[in-house]
Protein backbone atom coordinates (compact mmCIF):
# COMPACT_ATOMS: atom_id res chain seq x y z
CA UNK A 1 0.00 0.00 0.00
CA UNK A 2 1.17 3.51 -0.63
CA UNK A 3 2.23 5.93 2.28
CA UNK A 4 -0.27 8.43 3.01
CA UNK A 5 -0.83 11.66 5.30
CA UNK A 6 -0.38 11.15 9.17
CA UNK A 7 -3.36 12.83 10.69
CA UNK A 8 -1.76 13.00 14.09
CA UNK A 9 1.10 14.74 12.67
CA UNK A 10 -0.09 17.28 10.26
CA UNK A 11 -3.81 17.71 12.36
CA UNK A 12 -2.93 17.14 16.25
CA UNK A 13 -5.88 19.08 17.38
CA UNK A 14 -8.25 16.89 15.78
CA UNK A 15 -6.58 13.81 16.84
CA UNK A 16 -6.68 15.04 20.56
CA UNK A 17 -10.21 15.18 20.11
CA UNK A 18 -10.49 11.63 19.10
CA UNK A 19 -8.41 11.00 21.56
CA UNK A 20 -10.97 13.14 24.11
CA UNK A 21 -13.78 10.59 22.78
CA UNK A 22 -11.31 7.51 23.87
CA UNK A 23 -10.95 8.84 27.07
CA UNK A 24 -14.73 9.77 27.33
CA UNK A 25 -15.67 6.23 26.83
CA UNK A 26 -13.16 4.57 29.45
CA UNK A 27 -14.54 5.99 32.08
CA UNK A 28 -18.42 4.85 30.60
CA UNK A 29 -20.59 2.90 32.77
CA UNK A 30 -20.25 -0.33 29.82
CA UNK A 31 -17.80 -2.83 30.65
CA UNK A 32 -14.21 -3.29 28.91
CA UNK A 33 -15.63 -6.48 26.88
CA UNK A 34 -18.49 -4.59 25.55
CA UNK A 35 -16.19 -2.08 24.34
CA UNK A 36 -13.67 -4.41 22.92
CA UNK A 37 -16.66 -6.29 20.86
CA UNK A 38 -17.63 -3.08 19.61
CA UNK A 39 -14.33 -1.98 18.52
CA UNK A 40 -13.66 -5.41 16.81
CA UNK A 41 -17.27 -5.66 15.38
CA UNK A 42 -17.37 -2.90 13.62
CA UNK A 43 -13.71 -2.99 12.33
CA UNK A 44 -14.46 -6.39 10.77
CA UNK A 45 -17.43 -4.79 9.04
CA UNK A 46 -15.04 -1.93 7.77
CA UNK A 47 -12.51 -4.02 6.67
CA UNK A 48 -9.55 -1.77 9.04
CA UNK A 49 -7.09 -4.80 9.62
CA UNK A 50 -5.21 -1.97 11.26
CA UNK A 51 -8.18 -1.60 14.24
CA UNK A 52 -8.60 -5.74 14.28
CA UNK A 53 -5.46 -6.29 15.33
CA UNK A 54 -5.45 -3.45 18.00
CA UNK A 55 -8.62 -4.53 19.32
CA UNK A 56 -8.33 -8.10 19.21
CA UNK A 57 -4.90 -8.03 21.22
CA UNK A 58 -6.57 -5.01 23.64
CA UNK A 59 -9.71 -7.91 24.14
CA UNK A 60 -7.03 -10.77 24.87
CA UNK A 61 -5.49 -8.88 27.40
CA UNK A 62 -9.01 -8.15 28.92
CA UNK A 63 -9.88 -11.37 29.55
CA UNK A 64 -12.09 -12.19 26.06
CA UNK A 65 -11.44 -15.49 24.68
CA UNK A 66 -9.99 -16.57 21.95
CA UNK A 67 -12.71 -18.32 20.75
CA UNK A 68 -15.52 -15.55 20.68
CA UNK A 69 -13.13 -13.40 18.88
CA UNK A 70 -12.77 -15.79 16.28
CA UNK A 71 -16.41 -16.24 15.78
CA UNK A 72 -17.41 -12.79 16.16
CA UNK A 73 -18.22 -12.23 12.89
CA UNK A 74 -20.24 -14.93 13.02
CA UNK A 75 -21.88 -14.33 16.36
CA UNK A 76 -25.57 -15.20 15.50
CA UNK A 77 -24.34 -18.85 14.35
CA UNK A 78 -23.08 -19.02 17.92
CA UNK A 79 -25.75 -17.40 20.20
CA UNK A 80 -24.59 -19.62 23.28
CA UNK A 81 -21.20 -17.96 23.01
CA UNK A 82 -22.35 -14.49 23.84
CA UNK A 83 -24.90 -13.06 26.06
CA UNK A 84 -28.25 -11.18 25.42
CA UNK A 85 -26.86 -8.14 26.28
CA UNK A 86 -23.85 -8.68 24.18
CA UNK A 87 -25.95 -9.74 21.47
CA UNK A 88 -28.29 -7.01 20.81
CA UNK A 89 -25.10 -4.57 21.39
CA UNK A 90 -23.67 -6.44 18.05
CA UNK A 91 -26.80 -6.16 16.40
CA UNK A 92 -26.97 -2.34 17.40
CA UNK A 93 -23.33 -1.87 16.39
CA UNK A 94 -23.90 -3.46 13.20
CA UNK A 95 -27.23 -1.45 12.30
CA UNK A 96 -25.09 2.08 13.26
CA UNK A 97 -21.69 0.86 11.52
CA UNK A 98 -23.77 -0.01 7.97
CA UNK A 99 -26.49 2.63 8.93
CA UNK A 100 -26.66 3.51 4.79
CA UNK A 101 -28.64 -0.13 4.95
CA UNK A 102 -31.43 0.14 7.43
CA UNK A 103 -30.31 2.64 10.11
CA UNK A 104 -30.55 1.52 13.55
CA UNK A 105 -34.21 -0.34 13.68
CA UNK A 106 -36.63 0.28 16.18
CA UNK A 107 -36.82 -3.88 16.93
CA UNK A 108 -33.23 -3.65 18.09
CA UNK A 109 -33.63 -0.38 19.55
CA UNK A 110 -36.20 -1.60 22.49
CA UNK A 111 -34.52 -4.64 22.44
CA UNK A 112 -31.76 -3.12 24.03
CA UNK A 113 -34.02 -1.18 26.27
CA UNK A 114 -34.53 -4.12 28.01
CA UNK A 115 -30.79 -4.52 29.07
CA UNK A 116 -29.63 -0.95 29.00
CA UNK A 117 -30.37 2.16 30.54
CA UNK A 118 -31.19 5.02 28.11
CA UNK A 119 -27.67 6.44 29.17
CA UNK A 120 -26.03 3.22 28.21
CA UNK A 121 -27.72 2.72 25.33
CA UNK A 122 -25.74 6.82 24.55
CA UNK A 123 -22.68 5.41 25.72
CA UNK A 124 -22.80 2.16 23.40
CA UNK A 125 -24.01 4.73 20.32
CA UNK A 126 -20.95 6.83 21.09
CA UNK A 127 -18.57 3.48 21.71
CA UNK A 128 -19.77 2.97 18.08
CA UNK A 129 -19.51 5.97 16.43
CA UNK A 130 -15.74 6.74 17.52
CA UNK A 131 -14.60 2.95 16.70
CA UNK A 132 -16.12 3.61 12.69
CA UNK A 133 -14.23 7.20 12.96
CA UNK A 134 -11.22 5.58 13.83
CA UNK A 135 -11.80 2.84 11.55
CA UNK A 136 -12.07 5.53 8.30
CA UNK A 137 -9.40 7.37 9.97
CA UNK A 138 -7.15 4.17 9.14
CA UNK A 139 -8.83 2.90 6.30
CA UNK A 140 -8.05 6.31 4.61
CA UNK A 141 -4.50 6.81 5.51
CA UNK A 142 -3.29 3.44 4.97
CA UNK A 143 -1.98 2.79 8.36
CA UNK A 144 0.13 -0.64 9.07
CA UNK A 145 -0.65 -3.55 10.92
CA UNK A 146 1.74 -3.46 13.74
CA UNK A 147 3.27 -6.91 14.34
Given at each position: ?????????????????????????????I????????K?????????????????????????????????????????????????????????T?????G????????????????????????????????????????P???
Amino acid sequence: MEKRINIQTLEPQAYKAMLGLEGYLSKVAISKTLKELIKIRSSQLNNCAYCINMHTKDALTHGETQQRIFLLSAWREAPDLYTPQEQVTLELTEEVTLIHRQGLRTETYQKALKYFSENEIAQLLMAVVTINSWNRIAVSTHLPVEG
